[in-house]
């Protein structure tokens, strides 16, 4: 639109052209529109009904996990074996009471009317007796009142039921509580430079949360605190053979190079706990026990052969060989190999959370039960189209699952089924974290250039 009054000095067929080449422009764009925008939007109005459905089926879900436990607690007090055992009880108790109190009474009752017979016989005959029999028969008559009473209160009913803690804590006890994954929040408390090489390792020190050990470049491990000041460095190149003192345990990390498990100790040794003879370890935890990733030593990495072995084995025992149960990695023929390893939840029903390494450059998050078998769960990632690259793995106090994803700089939070919640760090906040360590409420992350963050 032109802003001047008068336009007889204008070129009309100019104004025409450039009439005409807006026109031409508002066109394109309305038809990029109808194709691409609109298209955007559709394709976000679909993802939010999925999410609606996606949603309500989670909801659904967690009610009949909730109706389940109510109806199990129900079934409980009606039909507890304990329940029965102590009614039981009580009422055998009260016929036992009873009944010696029924027999102690009829023998009050006796020596009642024996008592009262000799009295009135007495009274009869008490002008004829001598004094000697008089004085005998009083005797008689003392004995008999003195023990009228020597049983009573023995057969009083002796059982008495000791009320447990019922309030609102014990019912969350039993019925379970419900917990809000969007409650998690991570917020950066520090970050240091250890060195300009990734960072494979981490372990939280135990029963030390404000503290971690972490591998350097040359190999060593260091105890390290939050603001990047090491504490004590270890050697691990030649593990002690004797077996010190583990009361100051700090770490226990699997040893490749010498492969076996190690310990690191809080006077600076580093002990063998267990020769892994000939496997190489790859991941361990320590809960319930040992359990640990391995790998054989007859093949490098993903160049695989016939012989080619890769295990995860829950350890209850001083040897490798003692073996409670054990996966082996197999899938279409091909041995995958699985790396970091952690038990998640200990209490109840716990399962193997383990990294499965497909390639070199992506893997999937296998989630296992502990004890006996059960079809896995697997986590690819939470948009299925890209390259899911995860390299470790950790579990909060409620059994949600952190795991990290190399590949999107991305730190994804799991439900203990492994569904995606949300994510709970992102590129902006992390670059390529490789290994974590949660140790409290402590989150430890080591990325791919060297850097330390702590959350």
Known sequence: MCLEEEHRDHDW?????????????LDIFIE??????????????????????????????EMSRLCETRDKIAELINTCELRKKQETA???????????????????????????????????????LSDIVLINTHRELMKLISCND????????????????????????????????????VAEINSFQLHDRPILILKGVIQDEETCVVKNEEGLYLRVNKKGETEMQFRTDVPETDTPDKSNLLAIFPDSRNKCIS?????????????????????LCFALGFVVSLKDTVSDGFHLISRSRRLVRYINGKTIDDITSEYEYQEDGHTRLPSRVIVNGITNDPNLCVINRTSENSGELVILPLFGPCKPTVYRGHDLRKTFNPTDVVCDPHSNIIVNDVMSSTVHLLNPDGKFLRTL???????????????????????????????
């Open 150 to 185: 020597c049983n009573n209160g023995i057969s009083l009913y002796s059982l008495r039921h000791i009320k447990g803690p019922v309030n609102s804590d014990s019912l969350d006890d039993m019925t379970g509580q419900l917990f809000d994954s969007e409650e998690i929040t």
């Open 13 to 25: 067929n100019t104004l025409f052209t450039a009439a005409n080449t807006k026109r031409k422009i």
């Open 90 to 128: 009580m009422i055998d108790n009260l016929k036992k009471k009873n009944s010696d109190v029924r027999k102690a009474k009829s023998n009050l009752e006796e020596k009642k009317t024996n008592i009262l017979m000799r009295v009135n016989s007495l009274k009869t005959i008490s002008s004829d």
């Open 263 to 283: 310990c690191l100790l809080e006077s600076g040794l580093v002990c063998s706990e267990m020769k892994t003879n000939s496997f190489e370890p790859l991941g």
């Open 425 to 455: 760090l992102s590129e902006s906040q992390i670059y390529r974290p490789l290994a974590m360590s949660l140790n409290e409420s402590v989150l430890w992350i080591g990325g791919q250039q060297g850097l330390v963050k702590v959350f």
């Open 32 to 61: 990029k529109f109808e194709n691409d925008y609109v298209r955007i939007l559709d394709e976000k109005i679909h993802n939010a009904r999925r999410e609606i459905k996606e949603n309500e089926k989670r909801c659904d879900t």
